[in-house]
């Protein structure tokens, strides 16, 4: 549960493990934790601000964000019944709900749930843009366009909003040219909001026109803290033929988390086809098989390396333990039997 939005996104297209857990929100009051404090410690004060003042319902909304950015869905739905209890009409109660309706795989209530925060305030674009997210994941496109147009008509400042839209017509009709024209106002209107950024990564990366690296180190260096950032970039480097700056990047990486079984098998790829360095490259094929013994393309380029260096009997051995992963790999049907025609 590290994204705790309905966005779909967040859960289609993630390519890069890392630990995202929001804070907490906790509404203005005067033992607000400030933005310093755990999220265990804003649960602490907000509980002594109840303890004086048991019928505030924002106090009791802000705790229940406080426990489900720490994964406590009982205790936020205890917090957000009793919110409801008290101001059965706050519409943020409503949007949290929401979200922890999502966390527990209940579509049906998020959809009741939405629509009765639309019933509360139909003024407000957030449960319209929830919903339109929840229509994406469902992959009811016209209605998700339909509810971000809702949404827009209220507004045309809602960089979530133009996100969901090129999601939708990416998700739709692969229709790049307007889902990049929707990723691009939602950019342009919320410099720090990376995930249209991270998608327009990915068309020009694909597409490949001749601006893709310098777009794509820009968009390294606007999210400097975005793992997906610096990764993009490494991995369009790698194959465009700029190994050595790619592995600048994945180094960070490892220095962020070093146990990224993905980026250190990338180092040992580079390594072993770019740069045919092929020690370096086993060393790291087996780092990354130390960090996810279960990785089969480590598994198969190690066993690439070993036959490469000519040892033959260990890269056999390697692709015999892929067989037991992964009966029909066939790529360790194919060694094998290259290495019994190499050595009769």
């Known amino acids: 549960m590290k994204n705790k939005s309905i966005l779909f996104l967040g859960l ?35 509980s002594d601000s109840i303890a004086m003042d048991s019928t505030n319902a924002r106090l009791y909304v802000s705790r229940a ?10 205790q936020a739905m205890v917090d957000i019944n009793k919110s409801l209890q008290l101001d059965p009409n706050n519409l943020d109660t409503y949007l ?45 496109f016209n209605l998700a366009i339909g509810y971000v147009d809702k949404a827009l008509g209220l507004s045309s400042y809602n960089p979530r909003a133009y996100f969901v839209k090129g999601m939708c017509y990416m998700a739709a009709k692969q229709d790049t040219v307007s889902a ?17 950024v991270e998608q327009i990564s990915r068309i020009y990366a694909t597409q490949q026109p001749p601006y893709t690296a310098d777009y794509l180190r820009k968009a390294q260096q606007q999210f400097p803290d975005q793992p997906t950032a610096r990764y993009e970039l490494a991995l369009y480097l790698q194959s465009h033929g700029e190994p050595e700056e790619a592995l600048r990047h994945y180094d960070t990486l490892l220095m962020l988390r070093p146990d990224n079984y993905i ?13 045919e360095n092929n020690e370096v490259a086993l ?5 990354s098989l130390e960090a996810n013994p279960k990785y089969i393309d480590a598994y198969y380029n190690k066993g690439r390396v070993l036959e490469q260096m000519g040892n033959y009997t260990q890269a056999s051995e390697i692709y015999k333990e892929i067989l037991k992963l992964q009966p029909d790999y066939r790529l360790a049907v194919d060694a094998i039997n290259r290495i019994q025609r190499e050595t009769e």
């Open 65 to 74: 964000k406080a426990y489900f950015a720490t994964e406590q869905v009982g």
């Open 180 to 196: 990049l024209k929707n990723f691009q106002l939602a950019a342009e209107q919320d410099a720090t909001f990376y995930d249209p």
């Open 12 to 46: 289609l297209l993630a390519l890069f493990a890392c630990n995202n857990t929001p804070k907490p929100e906790p509404e203005p009051t005067n033992q607000e934790p400030t933005a310093h404090v755990t999220v265990n410690e804003a649960i602490q004060l907000l």
């Open 96 to 140: 949290l709900l929401a979200d922890v309706y999502y966390a527990l795989g209940d579509q049906d209530n998020i959809s009741a749930t939405l629509n009765k925060a639309v019933e509360i305030n139909s003024l407000d674009a957030r449960p319209l843009v929830k919903l339109a997210e929840l229509n994406l994941l469902q992959q009811n």
């Open 263 to 275: 980026v250190l098998f990338n180092i040992g790829y580079v390594n072993y086809v770019y740069l």
């Open 283 to 287: 060393d790291y094929f087996n780092r």
